[in-house]
């Protein structure tokens, strides 16, 4: 299978080229280089040249250090999530390539009203329509609205990623890093779980439209420090702030979302997903330090 990737340099783009490999499949990257992604013409030529046999969008604005930075570059964050997919899907439609973009968990805050987690067919409560979120979350709600009619589609949404190797866009290194830390609970995503999924997907013959890629069930930030000092990887003495308005006040420039995701869908359709608390004791029972890794 030729797969077309964009976003390949990326912390997600590098799990999906990584797994591609192991997989034997045929990678392809489009970097900035190759072409102009925001070009319809451009796109839709260069890939009709590749012949691909799907394509992954992994290409995005996140910001960083987190989403704050969001706030400061609005032109390059609306164009990365919100555009970029509405040109890709006119581009595989008029191709007639399957694809798979990868979204994000954060276009939802807390739990439903039932108490419940949110699916896939619950509108997202944290965006533009409803004025409340980071301009991130607006951006990734709005790039998902851009693909609501695109066929041979997969939408992957992507939660506040976790791995086993210690750097700076791991949840658990954030967690053992930051100053102090926001009780919240969340879903989350073991990243190589996630990439393992999405390309589940294609192999599978998985029916396209959008799936929650958590691992089941949801995680306190509290639970996480508790796994942490149990693991022996981090014996700081961790701080927290008093509630949100204090990480707001001290630590934020636009508000987060915490929320809880229901994967039972993609569970469903066959792909592993084990639970998070498991997932995210045994990505610390396997730890690779950040000196380790980058030796
Ligand atoms: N990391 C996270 O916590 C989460 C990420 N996501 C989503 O996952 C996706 C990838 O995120 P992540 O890997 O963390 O982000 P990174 O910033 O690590 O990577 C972004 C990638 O997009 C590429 N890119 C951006 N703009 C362009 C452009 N105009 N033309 C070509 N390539 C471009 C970058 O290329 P270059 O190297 O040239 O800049 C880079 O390869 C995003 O859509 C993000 O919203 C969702 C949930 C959580
Ligand atoms: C800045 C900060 C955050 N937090 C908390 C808030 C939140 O619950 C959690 C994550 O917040 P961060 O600011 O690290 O990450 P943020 O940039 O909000 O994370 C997001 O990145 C984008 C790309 C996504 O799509 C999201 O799914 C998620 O992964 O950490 C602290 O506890 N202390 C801090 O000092």
Redesign the pocket.
Known sequence: MRIVL????????SEFRTQIAARNGELVSI??SDCN??DAKQLSKHLHRLSADALIN?????G?PNVDACELDKTNCLA??AVLPGVIAEVCANLDIPWGH???G?IYTGRREDGDGFSEADPPNFSFRQDNCSFYSGT?ALGEEMLVDAPKCFVWR????FSNVDGP?NYLTKVMRYNRLLQAENSLSNLSDFVSAALDCFENKVPYGIYNLTNPGSVTTRQVVQWIQESGVCDKEFEFFENEEDFMAKAASTPRSNCVLDSSKAVAAGLSLPPVDESVKAALQAWISESTANA
């Open positions: 964009l976003g390949s340099s990326g912390y997600v783009g970097g900035r992604v925001y992994c290409a995005g604005y996140t960083k990365g999530n990868v979204s994000s954060c990734k992507l939660r506040i990623p866009r």
